[in-house]
């Protein structure tokens, strides 16, 4: 069904190489640039299911981010950084949950979308981290957490760091990929808290 | 719901290639639909192979295979010119052929 | 035009077999799945829904300007996305189709855009158009619009939003695909400011996404990773999926393009 | 939309079964060796039980897949006389998914998708003479994409 008559074009694209390849690459924005994208995804989004219009509007975070390419001079992320850390709200007592439920949690690509029912989200932790040894399919985009508690310990400290970090990354590294699951109202302190317990529990297949 | 087929038939050798898709959902009977209902079984059960009138190759299917069946079939000869018809039956006894040419 | 079609039945399923990186893991699979890709039902579908007569002028899109010229869907595809003087804007595929119901067949915009994504029971007209007119652009060069002020300021628009990080979830295209080397899950992440990268990816779209048993499109694709951003959904022929589309594509010309193909 | 559900339902109809070329008694759908909810049950049920493992069946398939809704496999046969291949997946709920009779003209080849709901052995069985030959491949299922 596909014609052979195509061949000479093939050859022909072989040898190409004019005009614009990737790009320059991120490049900061000014406020200007930010504002304008800004209104153009206003303009040009519809709100869909829980994806209410307002999640195009910028933080403060995410002006800081997108004006530096990801790479703000060090005195504006340390105070981005710990204004973040101010507004995690730390649970009292024992921040180790279940790792079972913990490893659901990571599981789940599912929560936040249009196509989601609201709440009930998952961590998508596998989208980007090996996690359980016995999760082949895992993403790379984050560092290994295997054997997170074997070098770390469980400790009052280290878990007040998983907790924080997951809560929302931004508070230790302000540019951070990883997403403020807690300051986004996506996880709940109890899944937190699971996710925890899956990276801390010496019961945990991610310290076996 | 089922429908269209296409099919070609490519002489090469000696042998000719028979490819043949069919448009069929292949519902295993396990599927949720939009509302949560499932979604009732319905699959090709039967595929007939037909070079010039005689049946070539007989093939009984289940759900598992998967959503708008892609089939490739060989055949000893077949000249250009010559007839090849693919036909189905599912489990509802909806059924469908088409037919193509060797080229 | 088809039935010209000479080649061997091997060479026939190779000819929707995109080149992925070796070193995949689903290498082999996704040569495979390519080969036996149900892709020309929607061909067919789609050549059919071309030359229908619809809308209150009941003409059919026989003489739609996809750019190469009224009715020629020839090549029409690899040229796209690119600026249209008609429309004073530029255009991706599905964009110009849309363009040419509402003026061609005098359709309105609301009902031409109702379903513009289907489903794996019903695909929509405008995926079976996007396989066919596509499919008329195998094995042809990709080359985009890249001179016109409008093309340009498309591209840079596009550039720019790829990078733009906002949602709940502070993420933006690049997040996913803007360093080389990574997986989600276990697919590799194809970096799309790369022409290595994007390339093979643009010269196999539209898709069949083997997942859902669906044939896909550009713009669908494009809705979908802002999805996946927790984001609003793009407007269907709107600048900003217009602009993506335009980045994407420049980034990727000079490929052959393959498609129809097939996605996970 | 109406041409997508002419497209999608043309040629479609319901006719009775008989107006097609009736099946041989070989090829009616055997609803027992498909009902089987176990691989050794579905042997048994194409009489398959104890099938040699041999190299003259070759059955190509990828070793990890993206997605198990299509998992593409191609079985051939070197066996001289071979007259049937079938296809078993051992961890599906219903492992008997495909069995292809050849008759005198036909290659003993076929290319099919199957679905796959998880990591398993996938088996190629070709029968001639009355005697079975079996290749198998493990094909491991993956999660592939962001997921949701």
């Not at chain 1, 004019?18 to 994208?37: C, F």
């Not at chain 1, 961590?123 to 560092?143: F, L, V």
């Not at chain 3, 739609?64 to 009715?71: A, F, R, S, T, V």
């Not at chain 4, 079964?17 to 009616?28: I, K």
């Amino acid at each position: 069904m596909r014609m052979l008559l195509l061949l000479p074009f093939a050859v022909a694209a072989a040898s190409c190489g004019t005009a614009p390849t990737g790009g320059p690459g991120r490049q900061a924005e000014t406020p200007a640039e930010m504002q304008r994208l800004t209104a153009l995804l206003q303009r040009d989004m519809h709100e869909r299911g829980q994806a209410k219009m307002e999640r195009i509007e910028q933080d403060d975070l995410q002006r800081l981010c997108n004006q530096y390419a990801d790479k703000p001079p060090t005195e504006q992320a340390k105070r981005m950084e710990e204004a973040q850390l101010k507004a995690i709200r730390f649970p009292a007592g024992s921040l180790m949950g279940d790792w079972k439920s913990g490893e659901k949690i990571a599981q789940s690509g599912r929560g936040m979308t249009w196509s989601d029912k609201p709440g009930n989200s998952g961590g998508s932790c596998y989208n980007c981290h090996e996690i359980s040894p016995k999760e082949e399919a895992h993403g790379t985009i984050g560092p290994s957490l295997k054997g997170f508690a074997r070098v770390r310990g469980n400790g009052p400290e280290i878990q007040r760091y998983v907790y924080g970090k997951i809560y929302n990354a931004k508070a230790y590294n302000a540019c951070s990929t990883m997403p403020r699951f807690g300051e986004s109202h996506t996880l709940s302190e109890q899944q937190i808290k699971d996710l925890t317990a899956l990276l801390l529990d010496p019961a945990s297949p991610v310290n076996h | 719901m089922a429908g269209p087929m296409k099919m070609r038939a490519t002489s090469q050798g000696g042998v000719t290639e028979i490819r043949v898709l069919m448009a069929h959902p292949m519902e295993t009977g396990q599927r949720k639909d939009a509302s949560g209902k499932l979604v009732p079984m319905h699959f090709i059960q039967n595929v007939t192979v037909k070079l010039n009138g005689k049946t070539v190759v007989e093939g009984q299917i289940s759900q598992a295979v998967s959503r708008n069946p892609v089939f490739s079939f060989r055949v000893k000869g077949g000249a250009k010119g010559d007839k090849v018809e693919v036909s189905w039956i599912d489990n509802q006894g909806e059924t469908n052929k088409t037919e193509a040419t060797v080229a | 035009m088809r039935a010209l079609a000479a080649a061997g039945a091997l060479a026939l399923a190779g000819a929707h077999a995109p080149a992925f990186a070796q070193q995949s893991p689903y290498a082999d699979y996704q040569r495979m799945a390519a080969e036996s890709a149900p892709i020309e039902l929607y061909e067919a579908g789609g050549e059919e829904a071309w030359k229908k007569p619809q809308g209150p002028k009941q003409v059919s899109l026989e003489k739609c300007d996809l750019g190469q010229g009224p009715g020629v869907v020839r090549g029409a595809y690899a040229g796209l996305p690119r600026y249209f003087a008609d429309a004073d804007r530029v255009m991706d595929l599905e964009t110009r189709l849309l363009y040419c119901m509402e003026t061609l067949q005098g359709r309105s915009r609301e009902e031409a855009t109702k379903r513009v994504f289907g489903n794996a029971d019903q695909a929509s007209e405008m995926e079976l158009l996007s396989a066919y007119v596509a499919g008329q652009s195998h094995g042809m060069p990709m080359r985009p619009g890249v001179e016109h002020a409008k093309e340009k300021a498309a591209y840079q628009l596009g550039r720019e939003l790829f990078y733009h990080r906002a949602g709940p979830w502070d993420f933006s295209c690049a997040s996913c695909h803007g360093q080389e080397g990574l997986r989600i899950r276990m697919s590799e992440l194809p970096v799309l400011s790369d022409p290595k990268h994007v390339r093979p990816l643009m010269a196999t779209w539209p898709a069949y996404r083997v997942s859902t048993s669906q044939f896909k499109t550009l713009q669908w694709r494009m809705n979908d990773c802002y999805r996946q951003m927790r984001m609003p959904e793009p407007k269907f022929a709107s600048e900003l999926p217009v602009a993506l589309i335009t980045y994407l594509t420049v980034n990727a010309q000079g490929a052959v393009y393959r498609g129809p193909s097939i996605k996970r | 939309m109406n041409v997508v559900r002419r497209l999608l339902l043309q040629g479609a109809g319901v006719l009775a079964a008989g107006l097609l070329a009736p099946l041989s008694a070989l090829a009616a759908w055997n609803k027992e060796a498909f009902g089987a909810k176990n691989a050794a049950d579905a042997l048994r049920g194409i009489g398959a039980s104890g099938a040699t493992p041999s190299s003259e069946v070759v059955l190509e398939a990828p070793e990890i897949a993206e997605n198990g809704a299509v998992v593409p496999i191609e079985i051939t046969s070197q066996v001289p006389g071979t007259r049937s291949i079938a296809v078993v997946i051992d961890k599906n709920p219903f492992p008997l998914v495909a069995k292809f009779d050849f008759a005198e003209g036909a290659l003993p080849f076929v290319k099919v998708n199957v679905k796959m709901g998880e990591t398993s052995d996938v088996r190629a069985i070709a029968e001639a003479n009355g005697k079975h030959y079996q290749a198998t491949k493990n094909i491991k299922v993956t999660i592939g994409g962001c997921g949701g």
